[in-house]
Nanobody, 122 residues
Framework: QVRLAESGGGLVEAGGSLRLSCAASGGSVTLHTMAWFRQSPGKEREFVAGVNYFSGPFYADLVKGRFSISRDSAKDTLALQMNSLESEDTAIYYC????????????????WGQGTQVTVSS
C-alpha cells in the first residue's frame, strides 16, 4: 500500500505564497497519476491540479495561473507552488494517487495522504 505524506501547509496573508510537498513511500507511483485536492468545511473535496507520467499538468480553473504542480518521478515526490493566495484557497490540501490517467473526481483516487491545512488570512 502506497503511503503519502504532505507537508508545507500553514498560515499566510492574502497575496502570499506557500509550497506544498508530498512524498510517496511503500511502492512506486512513477507511472501513476499524482494530484492535489482540497476540501473546505461544508464543501466536497475538489480537484486542484494533477499530473501523469504521460500527460499533464491539469489545473482547476480557479487556480490556473496562480498554482503550479511539479513532480519528481525519480523520487516519487509531488509539489504544489501556490502564489497569489486568496482567502477562498483556505482548505485542507490532500495529495492523492491513482493508476491510470488524470481524472478530476476524488472517488476515483484510492490512495490519500492525511492532508495539510492551508489558511489564507484576508
Amino acid at each position: 500500500q502506497v503511503r503519502l505524506a504532505e507537508s508545507g501547509g500553514g498560515l499566510v496573508e492574502a497575496g502570499g505564497s506557500l509550497r506544498l510537498s508530498c512524498a510517496a513511500s511503500g511502492g512506486s507511483v512513477t507511472l501513476h497519476t499524482m494530484a492535489w485536492f482540497r476540501q473546505s468545511p461544508g464543501k466536497e473535496r475538489e480537484f486542484v491540479a494533477g499530473v501523469n507520467y504521460f500527460s499533464g499538468p491539469f489545473y482547476a480553473d480557479l487556480v490556473k495561473g496562480r498554482f503550479s504542480i511539479s513532480r519528481d518521478s525519480a523520487k516519487d515526490t509531488l509539489a504544489l507552488q501556490m502564489n497569489s493566495l486568496e482567502s477562498e484557497d483556505t482548505a485542507i490540501y490532500y495529495c492523492a494517487t491513482r493508476p491510470g490517467a488524470v481524472v478530476f473526481t476524488a472517488r476515483e483516487y484510492p490512495n490519500w495522504g492525511q492532508g495539510t491545512q492551508v489558511t489564507v488570512s484576508s
